[in-house]
């Protein structure tokens, strides 16, 4: 879900998630916990995450009011990372959450230095999917999934 002024992607953040972007971390989500994937989009990443055997909350409300699950495993819209960072801080819940690579030198990830993030580097780039149809080789940007209190094996995991 991603808001960027480039050729490929408008000013709009309703970039969904594709399925493999989970499937690509699957071995590194309990699953024995609730999962709250805390931004709903068009509904299909909740789909996603209950099609790979997750219990998972997946509604239409206000993630910035509400706390709902165990972890947070979601794809929030790129254009309010500092207010979606600033909202997991306060929470201090688990969390894996999709994110362009360049966020962790903003000062609102650097506020994070006291608490332990994790990265996981994804093999290739994650290709979002806009108006039901993936941008296949479209997307000009990396993406991590930053992870705090999931109890990776290392701090930094690249997907083969």
Known sequence: MAGFHTKSFSSHDDYMTPKYAWENIKQFIPSDKIIWESFYGDG???THLRDLGFNTIHEDIDFFV???GD???SNPPFSISK???DRLYDLDKPFIIIFPQSKI???YFRKWKNKKLQIIVPRKRIQFIKN???LNNKCNFDCFY???KMNL???IIWLE
């Open 153 to 155: 094996p290392s701090d």
């Open 105 to 107: 030198n903003t000062s």
């Open 66 to 68: 509400e706390n709902k």
């Open 71 to 73: 972890i947070i495993v």
């Open 44 to 46: 299909t990443s909740g």
């Open 83 to 85: 207010e979606v960072m």
């Open 132 to 134: 039901g149809n993936e």
């Open 146 to 148: 930053y992870c705090y």
